[in-house]
């Protein structure tokens, strides 16, 4: 398996990996503080924190798989042809492309906090 | 001309002995593929592969197990058990059309309903996709067949006996009948054997879906052409590469669920009764937690086939396909997100389901894209309405419908309104049809010059298409209607008087004119066509690798492995058929006579090995036949002979793995054409063996995290885990068993270390050591619950604690089974320093099996005090 990230499919994936792990902890940790009877402020609170850290991580992947696409240098789009490079942009695209949908996610998935302020 | 050498990866490069490195020139020059072949050369070569390739004549025909024909027998199974479940359908209608019908009495309609979701969703959707990818992957690769193709025909007998058992039990009335869920306590409490024979024969057919998805994984990222860059795969591949990780974390929190809804069955071991601190609610989560991914393992590949027809159709490439790459593996993802939406109505926190509110509005977006992508690249193209075309552009109508219905369930205030009614089988319908359904009939017609190197009749597929198409809108559009009229699902009659009945009339009418189209299919398909002409090569003029096939079929799949530098090679690449038929492509003969295949590296597919692949056999189907003795005596509370069939089962597959697989081959390197030589043997991350236990345990650890994903749930969801003064297990077998568990792992990872140094005789004393310590550290962790005397029939908390225990257990002992295995092969010359990748493999297993030990350790020695 290879971990380099200009040919890593896990690095192509390392976004929506953070989403999912947003969801999950976000979901258990309300299901944990609901079932306790703690006030749902607390669940807000953890909602936050996580939220704020799966951001910074999706950021920081989408900023990565932003400069391996190298868009603005040669506007190479397609990726369709065999070389290195094009293989390389691909990922970075695709990588690109998960983060936003991902980041998406997240906010989607965060938004319920802002709204409901009880666990009832 | 390059070194193969420059296109290596530097830290896979350095990880090679020089013995197996990959030698010569690549990639290929134009003048090394313009060489003219000598044309007696070239029909010497084509007599051999046909020879080696060749279908076994008369009735070993059933041994073959040459991914054309376990794709077909697998497809027209799926579909003779679609054919089936759709009879049911019909029955059910035929009862709702009028108000107080008395067709059918209410417990046959109860069996009915539950085997036609049951039917529908694992005997059809999930194996058709299954099928038709064993069928077509390797053509979309390019490569002769898929990496385990005994596998695939395990999967396929497996699949066979275990839907004829499920089915069959509808016709002696003993089948189960509280809904394709089984939501306890109906079913756990249920009389008769009709829940058991859900749980086991479904966890039987489960066990063939995963070795699908393995063996679909590995095709994918280790069996594609050279050259086949990752971003110049085919987007089936794409889809399939998706789908297959989504049944490896769909599929086993089902089977972990099973594992504990059997064992209260049988065993009276409490996970879902609540008045022994058991809680339904578990079963609901892992229910869902498969069932919700299901739907898009269902829907994705299905509309795969749309991403393959669409381009063309519209005789250009596709629009977008780094977006659909995001929608197929966004959508993968997502879908995870989502099955609480099935259990809005179960009273959980509405922070909680506003969360899988939010996700099921999210999902719809990477879905969209697709569908956006598709439209535009009709836009774009010069379009021919040709017929399999018909069949997508309806999915995409019908399919867009039923989303739009998703978004609304997907509110929780508005799925509180519709909840269990008829306005979520409208909407579930408008999916699977859309999604699957009319995609995959689409699918039929388009490949069918490919597979069959006949046609299907264009003027029957139109009228196929319109009664089909016709016929679901007048059945299931009314049936939102009748939902928010607020007719219940699953009820087998309704009074007259409350304005149901005109709808169910209506419904069950399209009902039988949807039938007429399905037929009509059928009968295209099916009827003989032995006067017909053969087909021409690329009747739709498609520019994927799939129409370079062969008319008539010379049974080799392909006749070389190309070298591909296009998405499109036969729109793009110059000369690519003469290359190809001429044999100037890579392992263009089979001297030694034996079945092969190209192995590439995963990313970049550069030639690594030449696999050995393993031709007809019987072993096969013995081995699927114990299989399912296994499952289905225990239906019966038969346990001997289920046993017994167990270790034949076992005994079967080490047959069938010491006589065909990881060889040693004649000569450790072989001519692969153009100028290269690859190794006939590889072991390791090179090894599609190696990447098949990998992604095979990728799945089984996540039966294992459903299991301690269950302790926890018990802990937050019930205040009487662990109860009061309860009896834990011993902290000192406990530890005793982790010690002797690791001491286990740690010398079978010695032995390969020491093995591969040049050392067998240790290596060999290291294989005697290893099953040894695994024995007693079996032994110690049954002690540990055993000693202090947890009861698990008494309460959930000590049930779980002997789950978990059982079920490391188990793994423990297919692991002894692999070391003893490799230490035969020590012993008998199979496995030596140089030839190791069985040692290779044991020693990943336990990797994973390690790990699971000492959650388990923890899980009952350490956690349940600290609770």
């Known amino acids: 398996m290879q971990f380099d990230r200009r040919s890593s499919l896990w690095h192509m994936i390392a976004a929506p990996i953070a989403w999912s792990l947003h969801f999950c902890v976000v979901y258990g940790w309300t299901a944990s503080v609901c079932a306790r009877g703690w006030d749902a402020g607390t669940a807000r609170l953890g909602i936050a924190i996580a939220t704020g850290l799966a951001i910074a991580f999706i950021a920081a992947i989408g900023?990565?798989?932003?400069?391996?696409?190298?868009?603005?240098?040669?506007?190479?789009?397609?990726?369709?042809?065999?070389?290195?490079?094009?293989?390389r942009e691909f990922l970075g695209h695709a990588g690109w492309l998960l983060a936003l949908v991902s980041l998406i996610g997240v906010l989607f998935n965060a938004s319920p906090a802002l709204f409901i302020s009880s666990c009832v | 001309m390059t070194d193969i050498a420059e296109s290596m990866d530097p830290g896979v490069a350095a990880a090679i002995d020089d013995e197996t490195r990959p030698r010569g020139i690549y990639p290929p020059t134009e003048e090394m593929l313009n060489e003219p072949v000598d044309p007696d050369l070239q029909k010497a070569q084509e007599a051999r592969l046909r020879a080696v390739w060749a279908e076994p004549p008369g009735w070993r025909y059933w041994s073959a197990v040459n991914n054309s024909e376990v794709g077909a027998w697998y497809s027209l199974t799926a579909f003779a058990f679609m054919l089936c479940a759709g009879v049911l359908a019909l029955l059910m209608r035929v009862q709702?059309?009028?108000?107080?019908?008395?067709?059918?009495?209410?417990?046959?309609?109860?069996?009915?309903?539950?085997?036609?979701?049951?039917?529908?969703?694992?005997?059809?959707?999930?194996?058709?996709?299954?099928?038709?990818?064993?069928?077509?992957?390797?053509?979309?690769?390019?490569?002769?067949?898929?990496?385990?193709?005994?596998?695939s025909a395990y999967g396929y007998w497996a699949f066979l006996i275990g839907g004829i058992f499920v089915l069959s039990s509808i016709l002696f009335g003993v089948a189960p009948n509280s809904g394709w869920f089984m939501y306890p306590p109906l079913a756990t409490e249920a009389e008769g054997p009709g829940s058991d024979i859900w749980l086991l024969g479904l966890s039987f057919i489960e066990v063939a879906s995963i070795a699908a998805a393995v063996e679909l994984i590995v095709g994918v990222v280790k069996c594609r052409p050279p050259g086949m860059r990752i971003n110049l795969m085919p987007l089936y591949a794409w889809y399939v590469l998706v789908v297959g990780g989504m049944i490896l974390f769909a599929f086993p929190p089902l089977i972990a669920g099973d594992f504990l809804f059997e064992m209260q069955r049988s065993f009276d071991w409490p996970f879902f009764d609540p008045e022994r601190g058991g809680d339904p609610m578990l079963w609901q989560h892992l229910f869902w937690i498969f069932g919700h991914p299901e739907v898009y393992i269902i829907f994705l590949p299905s509309i795969a086939i749309a991403a393959m027809v669409i381009p063309t159709a519209a005789r250009r490439p596709i629009v977008g396909y780094n977006w659909i790459v995001l929608s197929a593996v966004g959508t993968g993802f997502l879908s995870f997100g989502l099955w609480v939406h099935h259990m809005f109505t179960t009273g959980l926190p509405s922070l909680s389901l506003g969360f899988f509110s939010a996700a099921s509005e999210a999902v719809v977006i990477p879905t969209g894209i697709q569908l956006f992508a598709f439209v535009a690249t009709l836009i774009v193209g010069r379009v021919r309405m040709i017929q399999?075309?018909?069949?997508?552009?309806?999915?995409?109508?019908?399919?867009?419908?039923?989303?739009?219905?998703?978004i609304m369930v997907a509110l929780?205030?508005?799925?509180?309104?519709?909840?269990?009614?008829?306005?979520?089988?409208?909407?579930?319908?408008?999916?699977?049809?859309?999604?699957?359904?009319?995609?995959?009939?689409?699918?039929?017609?388009?490949?069918?010059?490919?597979?069959?190197?006949?046609?299907?009749?264009?003027?029957?597929?139109?009228?196929?298409?319109?009664?089909?198409?016709?016929g679901f809108n007048i059945c299931f559009l009314p049936m939102h209607l009748t939902g928010l009229k607020g007719m219940p699902r699953r009820v087998f009659t309704y009074p007259g008087d409350i304005g149901w009945d005109w709808l169910n009339l209506i419904s069950t009418v399209g009902a039988f004119v949807t039938a007429a189209g399905i037929l009509v299919f059928a009968w295209d398909l099916l009827r003989p066509k032995r006067d017909q002409d053969l087909t021409e090569r690329n009747p739709w003029g498609g520019g994927t690798l799939e129409w370079a096939h062969d008319?008539?079929?010379?049974?080799?799949?392909?006749?070389?492995?190309?070298?591909?530098?296009?998405?499109?090679?036969?729109?793009?690449?110059?000369?690519?058929?003469?290359?190809?038929?001429?044999?100037?492509?890579?392992?263009?003969?089979?001297?030694?006579?034996?079945?092969?295949?190209?192995?590439?590296?995963?990313?970049?597919?550069?030639p690594q090995h030449v696999a050995r692949i393993t031709g007809p056999a019987w072993c096969t189907i013995w081995a699927a036949v114990f299989t399912g003795g296994a499952f289905i005596f225990p239906t019966f509370h038969m346990y001997p002979p289920a046993i017994i069939c167990g270790i034949l089962a076992v005994?079967?597959?080490?047959?069938?793995?010491?006589?065909?697989?990881?060889?040693?081959?004649?000569?450790?390197?072989?001519?692969?054409?153009?100028?290269?030589?690859?190794?006939?043997?590889?072991?390791g991350p090179r090894a599609p063996g190696w990447w098949g236990v990998f992604i095979t345990m990728l799945g089984d650890s996540t039966a294992f995290a459903s299991l301690v994903f269950g302790v926890f749930f018990y802990w937050t969801a019930r205040p009487d885990f662990p109860p009061e003064g309860a009896v834990h297990a011993s902290p000192l077998w406990t530890a005793l068993a982790a010690a002797l568990l690791f001491g286990s792992w740690a010398a079978t990872r010695a032995a390969r270390g020491i093995n591969r140094g040049g050392n067998p005789r240790t290596a060999q004393i290291l294989l005697i050591a290893a099953p040894l310590l695994a024995i007693a550290g079996g032994t110690a962790l049954v002690l540990a619950v055993w000693v202090p005397g947890l009861a698990p029939s008494s309460h959930v908390y000590p049930a779980m604690m002997w789950a978990l225990v059982v079920w490391t257990c188990a793994h423990v002992a297919a692991g002894v089974v692999m070391q003893g295995y490799c230490l035969a092969g020590t012993i008998f010359g199979k496995l030596t320093p140089r030839y190791d990748a069985d040692l290779w493999n044991t020693t990943l297993f336990w990797h994973f099996l390690v790990v699971s030990c000492l959650i388990t350790a923890a899980m009952i020695g350490i956690l349940p005090r600290m609770l």
């Open chain 1, 63 to 87: 900023w990565h798989a932003w400069k391996q696409w190298d868009y603005l240098d040669d506007f190479d789009y397609e990726h369709d042809g065999p070389s290195v490079e094009d293989r």
């Open chain 2, 96 to 151: 709702l059309a009028v108000p107080e019908n008395d067709f059918l009495p209410a417990d046959t309609f109860n069996q009915f309903f539950t085997m036609h979701g049951s039917a529908m969703m694992f005997l059809f959707a999930v194996p058709m996709f299954e099928a038709i990818s064993i069928l077509l992957l390797p053509a979309f690769l390019g490569a002769r067949d898929m990496p385990f193709p005994r596998l």
């Open chain 2, 388 to 406: 399999p075309m018909l069949w997508i552009a309806g999915a995409v109508a019908i399919f867009t419908a039923g989303g739009l219905t998703g």
């Open chain 2, 412 to 470: 929780a205030p508005f799925d509180w309104q519709v909840h269990d009614t008829y306005f979520i089988v409208a909407h579930l319908h408008y999916t699977l049809f859309g999604g699957m359904i009319f995609p995959i009939i689409g699918g039929v017609y388009y490949f069918y010059p490919f597979f069959a190197k006949k046609k299907m009749s264009d003027r029957l597929g139109r009228i196929s298409f319109w009664l089909t198409f016709t």
């Open chain 2, 551 to 606: 008319v008539p079929d010379p049974g080799w799949g392909v006749r070389g492995v190309p070298y591909i530098t296009s998405r499109y090679p036969l729109w793009d690449q110059p000369n690519f058929l003469e290359r190809l038929d001429t044999g100037r492509f890579y392992i263009p003969d089979a001297p030694e006579g034996l079945r092969e295949t190209v192995v590439t590296s995963a990313v970049d597919a550069v």
């Open chain 2, 651 to 683: 005994a079967a597959v080490i047959y069938w793995l010491w006589t065909s697989t990881a060889l040693v081959p004649e000569a450790p390197m072989k001519d692969a054409g153009l100028g290269l030589t690859l190794p006939t043997y590889v072991s």
